[in-house]
């Protein structure tokens, strides 16, 4: 994976299941999530908005969606090995209106994309 100084976005998923979940805030965008637990990490030109336990739902095509306590990001396949993403960017914000781009591609767990 390429330095955090490229301005990138990475979304990394692990198979494994987490410990014990992070502080919850009042918009805990888990509580209602279904989907499974998993250690999940959303950077976004370097800064860190998730990290530890999300809650993840996915679809057939590959597409998938993380829920953290104030943030959530959802990734939909545009083609093989090609995805677009976008988060809710404000803690308080309900939608994932904020584009992080088309250009993201699997490297390992993580996929990858120029913000």
Same mark, same amino acid.
């Given at each position: @994976?390429?330095?955090?100084?490229?301005?990138?976005?990475?979304? @990394? &998923?692990?198979? !494994?299941?987490?410990?014990?979940?992070?502080? *919850?805030?009042?918009?805990?965008?888990?509580?209602?999530?279904?989907?499974?637990? $998993?250690? =999940? &990490?959303?950077?976004?030109?370097?800064?860190?908005?998730?990290?530890? !336990? =999300? @809650?993840?739902? *996915?679809?057939?095509?590959?597409?998938?969606?993380?829920?953290?306590?104030?943030?959530? $990001?959802? &990734?939909? @396949?545009?083609?093989?090995? $090609?995805? #677009?993403? #976008?988060?809710?960017?404000?803690?308080? #914000? #309900?939608?994932?209106?904020?584009?992080?781009?088309?250009?993201?591609?699997?490297?390992? *767990?993580?996929?990858?994309?120029?913000?």
């Amino acid at each position: @994976m390429k330095t955090l100084k490229t301005l990138m976005a990475a979304i @990394m &998923l692990a198979a !494994t299941l987490p410990g014990q979940a992070t502080n *919850a805030y009042a918009q805990d965008w888990r509580k209602d999530a279904e989907g499974r637990e $998993v250690d =999940c &990490l959303l950077q976004v030109k370097g800064k860190t908005y998730l990290k530890g !336990t =999300c @809650m993840y739902d *996915a679809d057939q095509d590959g597409s998938f969606r993380l829920f953290g306590d104030k943030y959530f $990001v959802y &990734l939909n @396949m545009l083609e093989k090995g $090609v995805a #677009s993403a #976008s988060w809710n960017e404000s803690p308080k #914000s #309900s939608h994932a209106q904020a584009p992080l781009g088309e250009d993201f591609k699997q490297d390992g *767990a993580c996929w990858v994309g120029k913000r």
